[in-house]
């Protein structure tokens, strides 16, 4: 009798097998009948076959996208020492590991979950960091060379004299891309910093990996200029923005638009009011709003946005002038007011908008009219940007009272200046040495985040090159601004500081550190006037798996003798695991994680059963992900009798913990719901 039941593997999942899997299952006659994809079918079916065409190929390309597509045994370890308030965490969390290892992982509960990512990789100058992508067991292992106890990664310069100096920096970036990809949601966005060392081919990179059509803007970022220059000063960087898919956010009628100071504080405000009046008592929210105003002090940003005082279903909104922004309007057609049946005022310049458009907003309750027709009615602009209010019309002239007519949001340019020393000297302050050389703008950064987020407060901002931490401390302060409830992973390889740097000398033995005390006095609040915030996060870090492998799996690149050495460890392994008992906290984290249980995820114990201690695991994903956990190598029957009954309910055991019969049952019971570890 052959027993079948749900064996979660220790490894990530495998991309390359899933790919195939899915063209096998939609096209299976590009398949051999030893099911392996035939690639001159392929060609044929494409009409590719001998034709010439554009490509981006560099030497190693192949290998790099295996190496993202293969997966891993790796795990990740919670590290409750280096936490802060981690019972407030919320999602918020710092990895300290290799970070195309760490991406894998991540794909097992954050795959299609993550809102915006921003990433500044190494600009491969000739003396920056480039990750070293030699992680395969068996020989110069990952976690030998980045444990703390080795004190962390050496560093390896890729210098220009190389004559493979592009390649190298293509094969890091390109496998982590594709990764990266696979964790946005189809909302979800992804910036890319960079300076002229490499801008072209990360765009194709980019183009390639996301989609030409998915490529938004290329943002210029001026940062400094050098007077001493031969010929020209360089002094700007970019970000190269591109969407998971276009398409999907503009069928979604997404709208971007970038605050101005005082806006969010009315928009949360607003929030709070509408939870305690109602959803549609807009005269009642209009009241309590209005009220708020008066009771700002005048220096308050949201003072001078005080016109946002009537509500409607769309949320606040001002009242600006319907007439055409020129003096030669075309539309001087009568508008009849709806209670007096009379013509309205039609201002001097004419209407705004053509007759249709014009009809358009008033069936879409975009256009107010007075309490007659003495008066020209007026349009309505939110302070939530709608894509039913947008019109390409110039924002900035005068209304008619005089004063300027420009939004609280606006469209943001594909340009910006920030000089580099403000934020240099910010961590500087915070910190109290300069500890890490050019770290990003955080406010830049909050700016950017909420732009592309919109009105998604509580979504993921992933940063896998985390450096000094600006992304959290972005997330940190837009969630303090408009009391949002975004999350922050950030990832950071512990790669070491040099011995005789400012940054080793107070401490700071890898970058690592770096990142989460720098995330930390934001948090416990920094300064002459410390502001504290209510957060938290969690550390992580890259780890060896638990759990021994369950087969071997020769490497065809390997020699005979290293194929043998393999084997040799992979047997001695094996051999241990029969005596070694294995780390409960080691064992827990890295099956929930395998398991699809974001980092959030909280454990309450069931207390009606005693012999083992049971679990009942939930996260914060939507919709969460539920469970009935229990993490020991032997289960009492009355655990396996209660464990039997709980049809219905996902249950995750130890392979280690179930005999045959054991397992017979309990998959005959639960079906499905059982997964076996």
Request: hydrophobic share 35%.
């Amino acid at each position: 009798m052959t027993i079948t039941h749900p064996l979660q593997s220790i490894q990530t999942p495998d991309l390359m097998h899933e790919r195939l899997a899915r063209l096998k299952t939609e096209f299976p006659d590009l398949f051999t009948n030893e099911g392996q994809l035939n690639p001159a079918e392929l060609l044929r079916l494409t009409g590719q076959a001998g034709r010439e065409h554009f490509d981006f190929q560099w030497w190693g390309k192949s290998a790099a996208k295996r190496k993202a597509f293969s997966p891993t045994t790796a795990a990740l370890r919670y590290d409750a020492a280096r936490s802060v308030n981690p019972e407030i965490a919320g999602g918020n969390a710092i990895i300290e590991g290799e970070n195309l290892e760490v991406l894998k992982l991540l794909l097992c509960a954050y795959r299609g979950q993550v809102k915006c990512i921003y990433i500044d990789p190494p600009y491969n100058t000739g003396n920056d960091f480039v990750y070293k992508d030699n992680f395969k067991e068996g020989e110069r292992a990952y976690w030998e060379r980045t444990g703390v106890s080795e004190g962390g990664v050496k560093t390896s310069t890729n210098t220009r004299a190389d004559g493979r100096f592009h390649s190298h920096w293509l094969n890091m970036i390109y496998p982590r891309l594709l990764v990266a990809r696979q964790l946005l949601r189809e909302d979800g966005v992804i910036f890319v910093s960079i300076d002229d060392n490499e801008v072209t081919h990360l765009r194709k990179v980019m183009d390639e990996v996301f989609g030409e059509g998915n490529f938004v803007a290329c943002i210029v970022w001026e940062k400094t200029r050098k007077n001493d220059a031969r010929f020209f000063s360089i002094g700007h960087e970019y970000m190269l923005l591109y969407a998971k898919d276009l398409e999907h956010l503009k069928v979604l009628g997404v709208l971007w638009r970038d605050v101005k100071p005082g806006a969010p504080e009315i928009i949360a405000e607003w929030r709070a009011i509408k939870s305690r009046v109602g959803e549609t008592n807009y005269e009642a929210q209009q009241v309590e709003l209005r009220t708020w105003y008066q009771q700002l002090p005048k220096t308050h940003p949201s003072k001078k946005l005080s016109r946002y005082k009537s509500v409607d279903k769309w949320g606040p909104w001002r009242d600006d002038n319907l007439s055409w922004p020129g003096e030669d309007g075309e539309n001087y057609e009568e508008l009849i007011h709806p209670v007096t049946k009379q013509p309205c005022k039609i201002p001097e310049g004419g209407w705004r908008y053509d007759p249709k458009e014009m009809q358009r907003r008033i069936d879409a309750a975009l256009i107010e009219f007075r309490k007659d027709h003495n008066d020209p009615p007026v349009r309505k602009t939110h302070l939530l940007p709608i894509p039913e209010e947008a019109d390409g019309l110039d924002e900035g002239a005068a209304d008619a009272d005089g004063e300027s007519a420009q939004p609280a949001m606006k469209v943001l340019g594909s340009y910006l200046y920030r000089q580099a020393q403000v934020s240099v000297k910010r961590l500087k302050a915070l910190l109290g040495s300069k500890a890490f050389n050019n770290p990003k703008d955080h406010e830049i950064l909050s700016q950017y985040i909420r732009y592309v987020m919109a009105d998604d407060q509580s979504g993921i901002v992933l940063d896998f090159f985390g450096g000094s931490g600006s992304t959290a401390h972005a997330v940190l302060e837009m969630n303090k601004t408009d009391k949002g409830k975004r999350k922050f992973v950030l990832v950071q390889i512990p790669e070491t500081t040099e011995v005789k740097s400012i940054a080793s000398k107070n401490g700071f033995k890898k970058i690592s550190d770096i990142t989460i005390e720098r995330v930390k006095r934001v948090i416990q609040g920094y300064g002459d006037n410390p502001q504290p915030i209510d957060a938290g996060f969690k550390v992580f870090t890259l780890q060896k798996s638990a759990f021994p492998r369950a087969d071997f799996s020769p490497d065809p690149d390997a020699t005979e003798a290293d194929q043998l050495a393999a084997l040799k460890a992979f047997i001695a392994a094996k051999e241990a695991s029969l005596f070694n008992t294995l780390d409960p906290q080691a064992v827990r984290d890295e099956v929930l994680l395998k398991c699809g249980f974001q980092l959030d995820v909280q454990l309450t114990p069931i207390a009606e059963v005693t012999a083992n201690p049971l679990y009942r695991a939930r996260d914060q994903q939507t919709p969460p992900r539920e469970a009935i956990v229990c993490f020991d190598s032997h289960l009492d029957t009355t655990t396996l009798e209660w464990l039997r009954q709980q049809k219905g309910h996902r249950v995750i055991v130890l392979e280690a913990a179930l005999d045959t019969t054991g397992k017979w049952n309990l998959h005959h019971q639960l079906g499905d719901g059982l997964v076996v570890f």
